[in-house]
């Protein structure tokens, strides 16, 4: 029997990935959409359905055999059922794989959220191949994690696992979330905070790399921007990062002591920052923190897969529920 073709799917709260390909986790064709919160689920759909349409067509075929989605958000992979999103309104306990089969009328749909996704791409394809337990952090608009254990995803009781964004952390003898902490979205957050206490101080000087990149207004600040003036010697971004890094050795020593991984992949939009910044750090406070018998047991590298790991590892899904099901 040939190799079917099969359907990989990320949904996130600003960005739609759509990929054909086949059990290898190798993307043939992709369609790519922004999202626009504002407009709902439904329109989400609606992209989908088009989107699906055009890879067909570039493949110059009329269906695929089985389908995988990684949603951000909470999802029962029992079920089918996303429970939430965080980003946009109307996914509430929505049947997603019902509705998908019925829509593009694919027979095997399969789901999980964005982060065991991207966990088994990198088990499967990147940087964590074939090393279990294979714990994946990835830190962009929020923070997740994933586990995989012996090539299948640890999930729990069926409504997901390892939800490390969640995890309470002592910042300043303050518990606080991971997530508010160590996500490219309070990043942002904690640099334009800086550049509006400058302006309502006055301190507003070329002394700050943060504020002139800004130009002095604080909805301009961006992670990315934070981490540019970090690297120019800023040092309240400096201080930003420092606290973000701080909070992720922590977690992750939480997560290690308890999880024991042989490898530890950190992925998502603010782990392209320069290892300097981001990597060394949180690998320097992980070693410090961490049970001292797992110390020389565990390593942790930067992810391989970029900004297509989830499709590559709704592929894998797909894979996995065709194989089962032919």
């Not at 349409?53 to 990684?70: H, P, S």
């Not at 979330?177 to 979205?185: P, T």
């Not at 992720?248 to 042989?262: I, N, V």
Request: aromatic fraction near 6%; charged fraction near 20%; charge should be negative.
């Amino acid at each position: 029997m040939s190799a079917p073709w099969l359907l990989g799917i990320e949904i996130g709260g600003t960005k739609l990935q759509l990929g054909l390909g086949t059990a290898n986790g190798a993307i043939t064709a992709l369609e790519e959409r922004t999202i626009d919160p504002t407009q709902g689920a439904g329109a989400i759909r609606a992209q989908i359905e088009e989107a699906y349409r055009g890879l067909l067509a570039k493949q110059g075929i009329d269906r695929v055999a089985a389908a995988g989605i990684g949603f951000g958000g909470p999802v029962d992979s029992v079920r089918g059922t996303v429970l939430v999103s965080n980003q946009v309104e109307g996914w509430s306990d929505f049947p997603i794989c019902e509705w998908l089969a019925s829509s593009l009328q694919i027979d095997t749909v399969v789901l999980q959220n964005d982060s065991d996704s991207a966990t088994l791409a990198e088990y499967r394809f990147g940087a964590g191949r074939g090393l279990s337990p294979l714990l994946y952090v990835n830190s962009g608009s929020g923070v997740g994690g994933g586990l995989v254990v012996n090539g299948q995803i640890y999930s729990g009781s069926g409504l997901g696992a390892i939800e490390i964004g969640h995890l309470w952390i002592e910042d300043e003898l303050v518990p606080t979330k991971l997530e508010d902490l160590a996500s490219g979205w309070a990043i942002a957050r904690a640099g334009r905070e800086a550049v509006r206490n400058r302006n309502l101080s006055g301190r507003f000087q070329a002394d700050s790399a943060l504020w002139e990149l800004a130009q002095g207004t604080p909805e301009r600040v961006t992670g990315e921007m934070v981490a540019s003036a970090a690297l120019a010697g800023d040092s309240e971004a400096q201080q930003i990062f420092a606290r973000a890094t701080r909070a992720m050795g922590r977690a992750l020593a939480h997560a290690t002591t308890l999880l024991a991984p042989r490898r530890i992949v950190l992925g998502g939009g603010v782990s392209q920052t320069p290892a300097a910044l981001w990597l060394d750090p949180i690998r320097a406070e992980l070693a410090q923190r961490v049970f001292a018998s797992f110390r020389d047991h565990y390593d942790l590298v930067p992810a391989e897969l970029g900004q297509k790991v989830v499709v590559h590892g709704a592929l894998a899904l797909a894979a996995d529920a065709w194989s089962t099901h032919s």
